[in-house]
Protein backbone atom coordinates (compact mmCIF):
# COMPACT_ATOMS: atom_id res chain seq x y z
CA UNK A 1 0.00 0.00 0.00
CA UNK A 2 0.77 3.47 -1.29
CA UNK A 3 0.74 5.76 2.12
CA UNK A 4 -0.72 9.64 0.56
CA UNK A 5 -0.94 12.73 2.67
CA UNK A 6 -1.38 15.99 1.58
CA UNK A 7 1.12 19.09 0.44
CA UNK A 8 1.93 21.32 3.09
CA UNK A 9 3.39 24.97 2.95
CA UNK A 10 3.18 27.72 0.53
CA UNK A 11 5.76 30.41 -0.91
CA UNK A 12 5.77 33.63 -1.49
CA UNK A 13 6.08 35.29 -4.66
CA UNK A 14 8.77 37.78 -2.77
CA UNK A 15 10.65 34.14 -0.40
CA UNK A 16 10.72 32.56 -3.95
CA UNK A 17 12.58 35.60 -6.13
CA UNK A 18 14.90 36.40 -3.71
CA UNK A 19 15.77 32.70 -3.45
CA UNK A 20 16.19 32.70 -7.14
CA UNK A 21 18.58 35.21 -7.00
CA UNK A 22 20.78 33.01 -4.15
CA UNK A 23 23.49 30.41 -4.76
CA UNK A 24 23.11 26.98 -2.72
CA UNK A 25 26.36 27.43 -1.07
CA UNK A 26 25.56 30.69 0.90
CA UNK A 27 22.10 29.27 1.54
CA UNK A 28 24.66 25.81 2.82
CA UNK A 29 26.42 28.01 4.86
CA UNK A 30 23.38 30.11 5.97
CA UNK A 31 22.32 26.59 7.75
CA UNK A 32 25.18 25.02 8.45
CA UNK A 33 25.74 28.07 10.63
CA UNK A 34 22.60 27.41 12.12
CA UNK A 35 23.16 24.17 13.73
CA UNK A 36 22.15 21.50 10.90
CA UNK A 37 24.97 19.21 9.70
CA UNK A 38 26.51 19.19 6.13
CA UNK A 39 23.94 22.54 5.86
CA UNK A 40 21.43 19.98 4.61
CA UNK A 41 23.74 19.58 1.41
CA UNK A 42 22.26 16.94 -0.62
CA UNK A 43 24.47 14.25 -1.90
CA UNK A 44 27.39 15.12 -4.48
CA UNK A 45 26.48 12.10 -6.20
CA UNK A 46 22.86 13.87 -7.32
CA UNK A 47 23.38 16.18 -10.21
CA UNK A 48 21.78 18.54 -12.55
CA UNK A 49 20.98 16.88 -15.76
CA UNK A 50 21.95 19.81 -17.56
CA UNK A 51 24.55 21.01 -15.36
CA UNK A 52 22.26 23.64 -13.75
CA UNK A 53 21.28 25.36 -16.57
CA UNK A 54 17.53 25.69 -14.83
CA UNK A 55 17.81 27.24 -11.34
CA UNK A 56 15.26 25.00 -9.21
CA UNK A 57 13.38 27.00 -6.49
CA UNK A 58 10.37 25.05 -4.83
CA UNK A 59 8.56 23.38 -1.95
CA UNK A 60 8.81 19.23 -1.52
CA UNK A 61 6.82 16.97 -2.25
CA UNK A 62 8.39 13.77 -0.87
CA UNK A 63 8.20 10.32 -2.09
CA UNK A 64 9.82 7.36 -0.65
CA UNK A 65 10.37 4.61 -3.85
CA UNK A 66 11.88 1.69 -2.46
CA UNK A 67 13.44 -1.36 -4.61
CA UNK A 68 12.97 0.35 -7.68
CA UNK A 69 9.53 0.51 -7.59
CA UNK A 70 8.77 3.77 -9.52
CA UNK A 71 4.68 3.48 -8.64
CA UNK A 72 4.75 5.81 -5.78
CA UNK A 73 6.65 8.61 -7.78
CA UNK A 74 4.81 8.25 -10.84
CA UNK A 75 1.41 9.05 -8.41
CA UNK A 76 3.01 11.55 -7.38
CA UNK A 77 3.67 13.06 -9.95
CA UNK A 78 0.04 13.20 -11.40
CA UNK A 79 -1.02 14.05 -8.04
CA UNK A 80 0.95 16.02 -5.95
CA UNK A 81 3.17 17.76 -8.55
CA UNK A 82 1.88 21.60 -9.08
CA UNK A 83 4.31 24.17 -7.52
CA UNK A 84 6.32 21.37 -6.23
CA UNK A 85 9.80 19.70 -5.95
CA UNK A 86 9.68 15.85 -5.80
CA UNK A 87 11.73 14.43 -3.87
CA UNK A 88 12.40 11.13 -4.41
CA UNK A 89 14.31 8.64 -1.95
CA UNK A 90 15.23 5.37 -3.15
CA UNK A 91 17.61 3.59 -1.16
CA UNK A 92 20.16 4.82 -3.61
CA UNK A 93 18.42 2.06 -6.12
CA UNK A 94 21.20 1.65 -8.82
CA UNK A 95 19.87 -1.24 -11.21
CA UNK A 96 17.16 0.34 -13.03
CA UNK A 97 15.58 4.03 -13.66
CA UNK A 98 12.58 5.48 -12.02
CA UNK A 99 11.83 7.99 -14.90
CA UNK A 100 11.81 8.41 -18.55
CA UNK A 101 10.79 11.78 -21.05
CA UNK A 102 7.33 10.97 -20.85
CA UNK A 103 7.30 10.90 -17.19
CA UNK A 104 9.49 13.78 -16.91
CA UNK A 105 6.83 16.04 -19.37
CA UNK A 106 3.76 14.78 -17.34
CA UNK A 107 5.44 16.55 -14.75
CA UNK A 108 6.63 19.52 -15.92
CA UNK A 109 3.05 19.81 -17.58
CA UNK A 110 1.51 19.45 -14.20
CA UNK A 111 3.45 22.04 -12.98
CA UNK A 112 6.35 20.38 -11.42
CA UNK A 113 8.92 23.19 -10.16
CA UNK A 114 10.97 20.28 -10.37
CA UNK A 115 12.79 16.49 -9.71
CA UNK A 116 15.27 15.10 -7.46
CA UNK A 117 16.07 11.59 -7.03
CA UNK A 118 18.87 9.82 -5.24
CA UNK A 119 18.10 6.69 -8.51
CA UNK A 120 18.50 6.89 -11.87
CA UNK A 121 16.42 8.21 -14.88
CA UNK A 122 16.65 7.33 -18.87
CA UNK A 123 15.69 9.53 -22.17
CA UNK A 124 18.37 11.89 -20.67
CA UNK A 125 18.76 13.27 -24.06
CA UNK A 126 15.04 14.10 -24.54
CA UNK A 127 14.86 15.36 -20.46
CA UNK A 128 17.25 17.98 -21.13
CA UNK A 129 14.90 19.79 -23.64
CA UNK A 130 11.91 20.24 -21.13
CA UNK A 131 11.68 23.39 -18.65
CA UNK A 132 12.28 21.44 -15.87
CA UNK A 133 14.95 21.26 -13.57
CA UNK A 134 16.25 17.53 -13.11
CA UNK A 135 18.74 16.26 -10.40
CA UNK A 136 19.58 12.32 -10.26
CA UNK A 137 22.55 10.25 -9.76
CA UNK A 138 22.48 9.25 -13.00
CA UNK A 139 21.24 7.78 -16.14
CA UNK A 140 20.53 3.67 -17.18
CA UNK A 141 18.12 2.17 -20.11
CA UNK A 142 16.37 -0.55 -18.83
CA UNK A 143 12.76 -0.40 -17.54
CA UNK A 144 11.46 0.77 -14.17
CA UNK A 145 9.36 -1.36 -12.29
CA UNK A 146 5.82 -0.80 -10.19
CA UNK A 147 4.74 -2.36 -7.28
CA UNK A 148 2.01 -0.95 -4.64
CA UNK A 149 4.48 0.23 -1.90
CA UNK A 150 6.22 3.21 -0.59
CA UNK A 151 4.38 6.95 0.33
CA UNK A 152 4.12 10.13 -0.28
CA UNK A 153 5.02 13.08 2.05
CA UNK A 154 6.32 11.59 4.66
CA UNK A 155 9.98 12.48 5.73
CA UNK A 156 12.86 11.05 3.71
CA UNK A 157 16.60 11.08 3.84
CA UNK A 158 18.87 12.17 1.20
CA UNK A 159 22.09 11.74 2.28
CA UNK A 160 22.72 14.10 5.50
CA UNK A 161 20.00 16.13 4.71
CA UNK A 162 16.01 14.67 5.65
CA UNK A 163 13.67 16.32 3.83
CA UNK A 164 9.99 16.80 4.65
CA UNK A 165 7.12 17.74 3.26
CA UNK A 166 6.88 21.00 2.61
CA UNK A 167 10.66 21.99 2.98
CA UNK A 168 12.55 24.20 0.61
CA UNK A 169 14.65 22.76 -1.89
CA UNK A 170 17.07 24.94 -3.89
CA UNK A 171 19.22 23.94 -6.80
CA UNK A 172 21.53 24.99 -9.38
CA UNK A 173 25.06 24.24 -10.98
CA UNK A 174 26.45 23.55 -7.88
CA UNK A 175 24.21 21.22 -6.32
CA UNK A 176 20.66 20.86 -4.08
CA UNK A 177 19.84 22.08 -0.62
CA UNK A 178 16.72 21.28 1.47
CA UNK A 179 15.67 24.49 3.88
CA UNK A 180 13.93 23.44 6.67
CA UNK A 181 10.59 25.33 6.20
CA UNK A 182 10.39 26.57 9.90
CA UNK A 183 13.72 28.43 9.62
CA UNK A 184 13.29 29.97 5.90
CA UNK A 185 13.06 33.35 6.44
CA UNK A 186 16.20 33.50 8.81
CA UNK A 187 18.17 31.22 6.41
CA UNK A 188 16.99 33.96 3.24
CA UNK A 189 18.33 36.70 6.11
CA UNK A 190 21.62 34.86 6.47
CA UNK A 191 22.43 33.94 2.96
CA UNK A 192 21.88 37.15 1.58
CA UNK A 193 24.08 39.03 3.60
CA UNK A 194 26.59 35.95 3.32
CA UNK A 195 26.60 36.38 -0.28
CA UNK A 196 27.01 40.19 -0.65
CA UNK A 197 30.20 39.37 1.70
CA UNK A 198 31.01 37.11 -0.31
CA UNK A 199 30.69 39.65 -3.75
CA UNK A 200 32.75 42.01 -1.60
CA UNK A 201 36.17 39.76 -0.98
CA UNK A 202 35.85 38.30 -4.08
CA UNK A 203 35.43 41.63 -6.04
CA UNK A 204 38.27 42.82 -3.77
CA UNK A 205 40.46 39.88 -4.55
CA UNK A 206 40.34 40.64 -7.94
CA UNK A 207 41.14 44.28 -8.01
CA UNK A 208 43.82 43.53 -5.10
CA UNK A 209 47.44 44.70 -6.38
CA UNK A 210 49.38 41.72 -6.45
CA UNK A 211 52.66 42.92 -7.66
CA UNK A 212 52.67 46.14 -4.72
CA UNK A 213 51.08 44.35 -2.13
CA UNK A 214 52.36 46.52 1.16
Known sequence: MIIENPNKNMLTKEQEEVLLTLSTEAIADAIGNMGYSYGQALPASIRSIDGGAKKMVGLATTVYAPKGNSLPFHLAIYLYAKNRVLAVATDCYDDGPYMGAIMAMTAMQNGASGIVIDGHVRDIKQMRQL????????????????????????????????????????????????????????????????????????????????????
Open 131 to 214: NVPIYAKGSIPNQPTKEDEGSINEDIQLGNAVIRNGDVLVGDATGVVAIPFEILDAVIEKAVAKEKKDVERYEATYNFDYANPF
